[in-house]
């Protein structure tokens, strides 16, 4: 009866946590948090939901997707919380994440940059619209019109 008392409704882990029920919910159906359920069908969560749940919200606030936070959670399959050492090799491989979408960024940035008073809308020569030369690559002549790919 005692390990009972130490589980928390899906309401206490919400104010708790600071986030809706709905959205504990998604993630239970997502599989990044886990539930037992009482003889009335109702939730109950460990304890470490807590720190589940903030490391949920620290890692979207990164702007990781549910499946990239699902894969970093798959060492914990039982509902447990990772530890301080692996917050920090988690957290230290998200900041190498946010560093290369920085990179894309500014890489994207800059494209958009020269497209700024051209006009062009050229699949040659504008680096939006074919940003590894992609179209060079298959060939000369209209590929696009060709292969089907219309603009
Ligand atoms: S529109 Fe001309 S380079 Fe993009």
């Known amino acids: 009866m005692a390990a009972l008392a130490q589980e928390l409704t ?16 998604f993630y239970e159906e997502r599989g990044l948090i886990e539930s037992s359920r009482t003889a009335g069908n109702q939730r109950r969560y460990s304890r470490s939901v807590l720190r589940r749940v903030a490391l949920i919200r620290a890692a979207q606030s990164a702007g990781l997707s549910l499946t990239a936070i699902a894969n970093a959670l798959d060492n ?5 919380a990772p530890s301080a050492a692996e917050w920090e090799v988690m957290s230290s ?19 958009i ?6 006009g062009c809308l050229s699949l040659a020569a504008c680096g939006l619209l074919n940003p590894d030369d992609r179209a060079g690559s298959d060939g000369s002549g209209a590929r696009y019109l060709m292969g089907g790919e219309a603009l």
Not at 113 to 118: K, R, Y
């Open 76 to 80: 914990h399959p039982d509902g447990s």
């Open 113 to 118: 940059a020269s497209c700024i008073g051209c």
């Open 10 to 25: 899906i309401g206490e882990v919400a104010r708790r946590a600071g986030v809706a029920t709905s959205a504990l919910r």
């Open 93 to 111: 491989q998200w900041r190498d994440d946010v560093e290369r979408r920085i990179d894309e960024l500014i890489a994207l940035r800059d494209q």
